[in-house]
């Protein structure tokens, strides 16, 4: 230990590279807003325009359980099958390997598809039971003067497909375009005389695309043969429109029936099967989800600068605009911690200075800090350990112990000249160790929040002991303080010091005499300030059963006095606001519920349903009159407006940073349960900020 065959040159060049490595690293970390966990648990979502909940589970539900029953590793699988589609859900073991269970499902669902009925889109993918995982990061809207259809096609082909492969994409949404079908109307009772079904006529076409390489999707509703229309959806006629008369659907009775004969054929837009809005609007949205795991910030960086080249290429019709951008938010709040954490360094130095008065015993501790923080960032790049709003408390709570252990050794070192005390700080360190071992037997949705906070602040304590066990003592052997200043002090100075030493302790005896005498005045402070739980007390007490004559005169004392009327209309809130405190305060403000959220930009979310047998054009011509009253307020900075399915509708409403530290949302949110309520055609749930609301009767599922 008495570091007597390593020279203090050696030690402080080795602590020196190491600080350049850690340098080095600091790009490399992953560096997020809050902490994402990778969910053993994988969602696969279709949809099926038109089909029942049965013919869902039947076709398709029972076919993707049946081809993802035999992957290994699954705990559980939940399947949903519901109008217009369905989903199946698969949780896995905790050593289960994510990425190469994702390439085996992918590859069965490619393998299935080709056998599920016409209709059924192809299966997306997602991290997570909820399915929710992916989070918007950038949302463009593109312009051009063209039909919507012909932008879409022109965004998914050259702009969507470029940046889908970039890495942390989780995948690329384009919106908005409304396209055009072909709708085959004919008469049933003329086809019943020739003996001509639907399914004949899906067969005339499908064979008419064999012989075309344009791609065409048939589309009927399902669970039915005989049918009065066809929706064909295509990028382009695969016949002239004029020739479409001429097709051959069936040689019957020795006649060759045509689709003139039986049919009508219509080129019209297609009704939109969801809607996406950005603040009510109607445009063609490119919004980019980034996967939960990666570097929200890098993966930003790297999606502006892909675009920044797409839109050098694009043609002149058309241009894009940032619509949305999360990564300014996440940004900004980062700024402000890194501030915060700052301020609090300084804090702490300049108590530090303020006790030692010496600038070399300051340049030491922020030297043996400076190195801490370096060295820590290699070992959080190899054990993969992201820094977001828990890992940074973390460092910052870890730096106060590293000050003080790096001012034990150096004091003790500078006098003594040993490491005997290194023994009583690694056993002090190693406590703080074994208490944040607590963390691993929480819960496992706290867990995963917290192990980051507990890591950092264990690399740190690691790195410290390290730390204090050889570079402290070279650097003291190198450039020693020699701060004995009770050596240099004049003996006048002495004096005065010691005088003004006495005065001031003369005046705190006098504080502490007279505190005696007014001991009931700190409990009475200490009281109001933490608060009597006044406002939980009821308005009124009726008692269930027949009273005794005690309580009954207490009951009638109650309710006379904090039971009357002018104490619930007039006294209440007065006498809240005073002996209620800061436990008032936070039941009101804080506590909202037992349920826990991560840390993110205050959201208002507006829900909206309507019963089964309605349409998702129904319900979108009722989510516009709630759009149109969000537009008239000038707080609001955005609102995302997706609707999927008849009960399944949400605003998502962002708010301007002035208004927000101002709270207007919770204005908004009486606001907009106001405009609820009067609208009605809907069962309608609003919540984000205090208490939610919702006038849904909840009569189950069906």
Not at 146 to 170: D, F, H, K
Not at 292 to 319: C, F, G, M, R
Not at 527 to 542: A, D, R, S, T
Not at 668 to 697: H, M, P, R
Request: aromatic share 10%.
């Amino acid at each position: 230990m008495s570091g007597k065959h390593i020279s203090p040159f050696q030690v402080i060049l080795v602590m020196a590279a190491l600080m350049i490595i850690g340098v080095t690293m600091i790009p490399l970390l992953n560096v997020q807003y809050s902490p994402g966990v990778r969910q053993k648990g994988i969602s696969v979502q279709y949809s099926w325009p038109g089909a029942s909940a049965r013919i869902v589970e039947q076709e398709v539900t029972s076919k993707v359980e049946g081809a993802l029953a035999p992957i290994s590793g699954i705990q559980e699988m939940y399947s949903a099958s519901y109008k217009d589609g369905g989903s199946v859900s698969l949780s896995f073991k905790k050593e289960a390997n994510m990425d190469a269970l994702r390439f085996d499902i992918s590859s069965r669902i490619r393998q299935l598809y080709a056998s599920l009925p016409e209709g059924v889109s192809y299966p997306q993918l997602s991290t997570g039971m909820d399915g929710q995982s992916a989070s918007p990061v950038l949302t463009y809207t593109i312009h051009a003067d063209l039909p919507t259809w012909q932008i879409a096609q022109y965004t998914e082909q050259n702009i969507a497909g470029p940046l889908s492969r970039i890495e942390g994409v989780s995948r690329v949404s384009v919106t908005g375009a409304t396209p055009f079908e072909w709708v085959v109307t004919f008469d049933p009772n003329r086809c019943a005389i020739l003996g001509i079904t639907g399914g004949d006529i899906r067969t005339a076409f499908s064979t008419l695309n064999r012989n075309d390489p344009v791609g065409l999707g048939l589309m009927a509703a399902p669970g039915t043969d005989d049918l009065r229309q066809i929706r064909i959806g295509l990028k382009q006629a695969p016949l002239p429109p004029e020739q479409w008369s001429e097709v051959v659907v069936k040689q019957t009775g020795g006649r060759i029936v045509r689709l003139g004969d039986i049919a009508t054929v219509e080129h019209r837009q297609k009704l939109p099967e969801t809607y996406y809005r950005l603040n009510g609007l109607n445009n063609i949205n490119l919004t980019i989800y980034a996967e939960k795991h990666v570097n929200t910030l890098v993966v930003t960086d790297a999606l502006k600068a892909q675009i920044a080249a797409i839109e050098a290429e694009l043609p002149a019709e058309y241009s894009m605009t940032l619509a949305d951008d999360t990564s300014v938010y996440i940004r900004g709040e980062l700024r402000k911690i890194y501030w915060r954490t700052g301020l609090s360094v300084l804090i702490l130095l300049g108590f530090v200075f303020l006790t030692s008065r010496s600038l070399r015993y300051l340049w030491m501790i922020v030297l043996t800090v400076v190195c801490n923080v370096l060295v820590a960032f290699i070992f959080y790049n190899i054990f993969g350990l992201e820094i977001h709003l828990y890992s940074l408390a973390g460092i910052t709570v870890s730096l106060g112990m590293i000050i003080d252990t790096s001012i034990i050794m150096i004091d003790h070192y500078d006098r003594f000249g040993n490491r005997r005390v290194f023994l009583a700080i690694m056993g002090a360190l190693l406590t703080t160790i074994g208490a944040l071992s607590i963390v691993l037997f929480l819960p496992e949705n706290q867990r995963d929040n917290l192990v980051d906070f507990c890591a950092v602040i264990v690399i740190n304590l690691v790195v410290s002991m390290a730390i204090s066990i050889l570079f402290i003592p070279a650097l003291l052997d190198r450039f020693p303080i020699h701060h004995n200043r009770s050596r240099r002090l004049s003996r006048g100075y002495r004096t005065r010091g010691k005088r003004r030493v006495a005065r001031v302790t003369a005046a705190y005896g006098r504080f502490l005499e007279r505190s005696r005498r007014l001991r009931w005045v700190y409990i009475v402070v200490a009281l109001l300030g933490f608060g009597i739980p006044v406002q939980m007390l009821p308005p009124k007490i009726e008692h269930k059963e027949e009273p005794k004559r005690d309580s009954t005169l207490w009951v009638r004392a109650y309710n006379a006095t904090i039971g009357s009327n002018w104490y619930q209309q007039k006294a209440k809130t007065y006498v809240e606001m005073l002996l209620g405190g800061s436990m008032r305060l936070f039941a009101k403000d804080v506590y909202n519920s037992d349920f826990y959220s991560d840390p993110e930009r205050t959201r208002l979310i507006i829900n909206a349903s309507q019963p089964e047998g309605c349409t998702v054009h129904q319900l979108n011509e009722t989510m516009r009159v709630m759009e149109n009253f969000l537009s008239g307020f000038d707080e609001i900075e955005m609102f995302r407006t997706s609707i999927t399915s008849y009960d399944n509708g949400q605003i998502s409403v962002t708010f301007k940073p002035e208004a927000d530290k101002a709270g207007f949302a919770y204005r908004l949110k009486e606001l907009a349960t106001t405009q609820a309520l009067e609208l009605g055609g809907a069962d309608w749930s609003i919540y984000g900020v205090g208490q939610g609301f919702s006038n849904s009767l909840s009569s189950g599922w069906k």
